[in-house]
């Protein structure tokens, strides 16, 4: 069973950076692709970023392009996420997920992290 976990949430004031970690474990090999989700209170989930997994192609939502940097590292099992420069609308619970491709939809993803809360204060 494949288990996502996420790291790295926490509170900041604007302008600040926070690096969020994603580690999977378990029948990692049906993953090829990792997405990155916000939820804020009262909002539907967003599309934030994704990176696949092999050859570490990643792409981003035009709200966080520019300030925000998925990466992977393989060996730790782990995908990351640089989000510089933040702005108080970036708040919003953080939730990574697996799934077989690159994609901005929610529903492509098959597997999903806890979640992990960032608050930006102005």
């Known amino acids: 069973q494949v288990q996502l976990v996420e790291s790295g949430g926490g509170l900041v004031q604007a302008g600040g950076s926070l690096r969020l970690s994603c580690e999977r474990s378990g029948g990692t090999f049906s993953i090829s692709a990792v997405g990155w989700f916000r939820q804020a209170p009262g909002k539907e989930r967003e599309f934030v970023a994704a990176?696949?997994?092999?050859?570490?192609?990643?792409y981003y939502a035009d709200s966080v392009k520019g300030r925000f940097t998925t990466s992977r590292d393989n060996v730790k099992n782990t995908v990351y996420l640089q989000m510089n420069s933040l702005k108080p609308e970036d708040t919003a619970v953080y939730y990574c997920?697996?799934?077989?491709?690159?994609?901005?939809?929610?529903?492509?993803?098959?597997?999903w992290g806890q979640g992990t809360q960032v608050t930006v204060s102005p």
């Open positions: 997920a697996g799934g077989p491709s690159n994609s901005w939809n929610a529903h492509d993803y098959e597997y």
């Open positions: 990176i696949t997994l092999r050859l570490g192609r990643a």
